[in-house]
């Protein structure tokens, strides 16, 4: 059903759990199939210095979670406001179509923790 | 060396029964000849296929001219819908009243909605209680004077709850003594053949669906029975094989198949307690082992082989995928699972919250199923449910 990359990830995120004091945060819902992805940033110097992810969700929904943190680090906030659902999708190795979706809540998460830390 | 696969998805398929595998070779390539032609080729397919036939009858204790076989129970499905639909118009009956259940298999509810929504009958979607069952009261309540078909399933391939079909058909018996168009009481009792009584005297039934892939049998082979005298169009034209009533060259060995598999389950039956027994030892070691899950459906009422529990605050697909990946497979009411991202209509049905849906997963144990098995997949399970809630952060 899924990629090597896609269960890569889901069997070994990266970047997992919460972080104490961050300077941004994002959570998005889908409300069709009720998976909620969190990600917290840390920013130093307009660099995403760390940023680690709470996901509950489906396997694809935690791989693009892991992937979009791997993606996002070091980057800088231009940078990382660029990051598309088709880079994510393309990283991964393609996601089936019925689960595109998720790839898009990764990205909006991280717009939104973005624009959470610049508030 | 290959990993061990332990398979505990057998309400979606099951393997073919080497014996019934055995059974059907022959028929391929030895004796391969046309059930409709008269020479000796002919003959021996022609044998093999009422062999089946004879050998299902016994099963339903039915009369062998009352089996049809089909391509598999959705094609049974939609032909008891269509066929008693377009009988009863023939006889005049403009709007036909159908009387069904919300959480039907989709074979079911596909083709009463169509025909709702083309304003060609009338239906009603008997709701069911969080157990899961049917009140055959209700049944009763909903018949109308233009009611020509109650279909109910024998057992829910999600929650394996077992409907009350003796008493439902008993109370459509009563009725039908006083009526002039007399109402047929359909079961779709695909996950029940295995387990349950399927004497059609005993549930008083008019029609019953049946596949051969849910009982160790091939894929792509079915039944429907009808009783005798009931009047029905055909779904499918063409050369009128099957007493006119469905056309097609038969699947001989597919039919030859599902005769053995139906012969091989009173065979057997005491496999029926290991496997509860097996069940209620999962049921219970995950009830101990995994703090936060809950089982849905009833546990009286219920299939000796089906477990279904909801582990709250995380998704299905995911703990799916992890199982997947140790070579478990499992199956889940999740919409992160379905193509249509709408959370099983069954679970709904039952009052199951999205999120609850969400994080369900049912396993459907078998004839292979083992006591090792069960160790292992608790095993596995745990952690993965442990892993997956560290991810969710709950």
């Not at chain 1, 070994?12 to 909620?36: A, R, S």
């Not at chain 1, 996601?95 to 790839?103: A, D, I, N, Q, V």
């Not at chain 2, 009173?266 to 703090?291: C, E």
């Amino acid at each position: 059903m899924y990629s090597k990359e896609v269960i890569k990830h889901f069997k070994n995120p990266k970047n997992m759990g919460f972080m104490k004091d961050p300077d941004g945060v994002g959570e998005i819902g889908n409300p069709q199939c009720g998976d909620v992805l969190k990600l917290y940033i840390k920013v130093k110097d307009n660099k995403i210095k760390d940023i680690k992810f709470e996901t509950l969700g489906c396997a694809v929904a935690i791989a693009v979670s892991s992937v979009i943190t791997e993606m996002a680090k070091n980057k800088t906030i231009e940078q990382a406001l660029k990051l598309t659902e088709e880079d994510i999708v393309e990283r991964l190795g393609g996601l089936p179509l019925f689960k595109m979706h998720c790839s898009n809540l990764a990205a909006q998460a991280l717009k939104k923790a973005i624009k959470n830390y610049q508030k | 060396m290959k990993k061990k696969e332990i398979y505990l998805d057998n309400a979606a398929t099951t393997p073919v029964d080497s014996a019934v595998l055995k059974k059907m070779q022959p028929y391929f390539n030895e004796k391969y000849g046309n059930a409709s032609s008269i020479h000796k080729a002919g003959d021996l397919a022609r044998e093999g296929m009422e062999k089946a036939r004879q050998q299902i009858s016994t099963f339903l204790n039915c009369l062998p001219e009352e089996i049809y076989f089909t391509s598999g129970a959705t094609e049974s499905d939609n032909w008891v819908i269509q066929g008693i639909f377009e009988k009863a118009n023939e006889k005049g009956l403009k709007k036909p009243h159908i009387i069904t259940s919300v959480f039907e298999h989709k074979a079911i509810l596909e083709p009463i909605s169509i025909l709702e929504k083309k304003e060609l009958i009338e239906s009603t979607f008997l709701g069911v209680n969080k157990d899961g069952l049917i009140d055959a009261k209700d049944v009763l309540k909903s018949i109308k004077k233009n009611t020509v078909l109650v279909s109910v399933m024998y057992a829910n391939s999600e929650i394996g709850s077992i409907q009350p079909i003796k008493q439902i058909g008993q109370l459509i018996k009563d009725i039908n003594v006083k009526r002039e168009n007399k109402i047929v009481f359909h079961t779709d009792a695909v996950q029940a053949i295995n387990y349950l009584n399927c004497d059609v005297e005993y549930l008083n039934v008019d029609a019953l669906s049946i596949s051969g892939h849910k009982i160790y049998g091939p894929k792509g082979i079915g039944a429907l029975y009808l009783k005798k005298g009931i009047s029905i169009t055909s779904l499918i034209c063409g050369g009128g094989q099957e007493h006119r009533l469905r056309s097609g060259t038969e699947n001989i060995p597919g039919i030859v198949g599902l005769g053995e598999a139906i012969n091989l389950i009173s065979k057997k039956k005491k496999d029926n307690n290991r496997i509860k027994r097996l069940r209620n030892k999962l049921i219970t070691g995950i009830m101990k082992d995994i703090p936060n899950v809950q089982l849905n459906g009833s546990l009286e009422y219920r299939l000796p082989n089906n477990i279904h529990f909801s582990f709250l605050e995380i998704e299905g697909e995911g703990i799916l995928i992890d199982l997947s990946e140790q070579n478990i497979y499992v199956s889940t009411g999740s919409a992160c699972a379905s193509n249509f991202l709408k959370p099983s209509h069954v679970l709904s049905a039952i009052g199951l919250s999205d999120e609850e849906s969400h994080s369900s997963i049912r396993f459907t144990l078998g004839r292979q199923t083992n006591s090792n098995d069960i160790d292992y997949v608790l095993n596995i399970l745990t952690k993965s449910v442990n892993r997956l809630r560290k991810i969710s952060g709950k």
